[in-house]
């Protein structure tokens, strides 16, 4: 049977339909086929340094770059003009879209994927991207730093070669700002984390997707996304970036699970990052949404997703050896 199922927080509802759901198999992409003239091409292949701007940092290794990072060429934001917001009348709300827009490279290898990179290079760019927020931080203005990775052509990504960016601007993050104001609200009333209480509800359930010493992994209870995942530290942290190196490493090696599962599947996926905006509270995480349904009509106009691989199928597909 169809079953609404809701946010564990949020005012945001899924459809589960089992009856529709495929094996996980079933949902395997045909593998993306780049030209050689567009490989050829690739600004971030080694020896094409010179088609970015200038670096910001990079990892070295033997001499080379291992991993760099430098402003996008077609940033979404810059720091040229006014950050304030005005208001010419009642309808009309504007600002300069002040900030910073980067590319994190993560290898120079064109076609490696982060399901092929080892734990301690995947948590090798969780420490690049959280010296970027660290640094980009610093300017009073920024009011957010988003950290994303566009994995695959059905995911948005403009470029084959993996990477990741990274936009700090202006304004709170929407989607961010919310649930911060519902986790808040939650602690005001209840005197406790509401994640760190989903996270010892869903350790044990069959949404469990994998756990080590400081991590958890699980396919929340309303997946928007077939095989969505989110991420958690066990200890209560409000952004990435207060991580030990223990605990980087164990978010690696759960990553590297996830990419290799979704590999399998040839899958294209969003990955971001949800750290809490200063001053305000929110149990730290990272999601992936795999890309291999799109959304229809339905969805945009209710805003009520149906998604045909109840969450409680996807943690078993991650769980499984094969």
């Not at 309303?222 to 530290?233: D, L, N």
């Not at 200063?278 to 890309?291: D, F, M, V, Y």
Request: aromatic share 10%; with cysteine.
């Amino acid at each position: 049977m169809p079953e609404l199922r809701k946010d564990y927080l949020r005012n945001r509802w899924v459809i589960i339909v089992p009856e529709r759901s495929k094996r996980p198999r079933d949902f395997r992409q045909k593998p993306e086929k780049e030209s050689p003239e567009t490989r050829k091409k690739c600004p971030f292949c080694p020896g094409k340094e010179h088609l970015t701007p200038p670096e910001i940092t990079r990892i070295e290794g033997r001499g080379k770059w291992e991993m760099r990072v430098f402003p996008n060429k077609f940033p979404a934001v810059n720091t040229e003009g006014d950050s304030e917001i005005k208001q010419s009348d009642s309808f009309f709300t504007y600002s300069y879209a002040y900030g910073y827009h980067e590319v994190v490279v993560e290898s120079p290898k064109h076609g490696a994927l982060m399901a092929d990179f080892t734990p301690n290079r995947i948590r090798d760019a969780l420490k690049l991207y959280n010296k970027r927020i660290k640094s980009l931080t610093t300017d009073p203005k920024i009011k957010h730093v988003s950290v994303f990775k566009n994995e695959g052509s059905a995911s948005g990504a403009s470029i084959a070669h993996t990477h990741t960016q990274i936009i700090a601007y202006s304004k709170l993050a929407e989607t961010v700002d919310n649930e911060e104001n519902v986790v808040m609200d939650w602690m005001k009333k209840h005197g406790k984390c509401p994640y760190c209480e989903i996270i010892a509800a869903e350790a044990k359930s069959p949404r469990a997707v994998m756990e080590n010493k400081t991590a958890v992994a699980i396919a929340p209870y309303a997946s928007r996304f077939p095989f969505e995942v989110k991420i958690f530290p066990k200890r209560h942290v409000n952004s990435i970036t207060e991580f030990s190196n223990a605990e980087l490493m164990d978010f690696a090696k759960i990553l590297k699970r996830i990419f290799s599962k979704l590999k399998s599947l040839n899958a294209s996926y969003n990955m971001y990052l949800h750290n809490a905006s200063l001053g305000k509270e929110l149990h730290c995480h990272i999601k992936i949404n795999p890309r291999l349904v799109p959304w229809g009509g339905f969805e945009y106009a209710t805003g009520c997703i149906i998604n045909t691989v109840p969450p409680e199928k996807a943690a078993e597909f991650y769980r499984s050896k094969n």
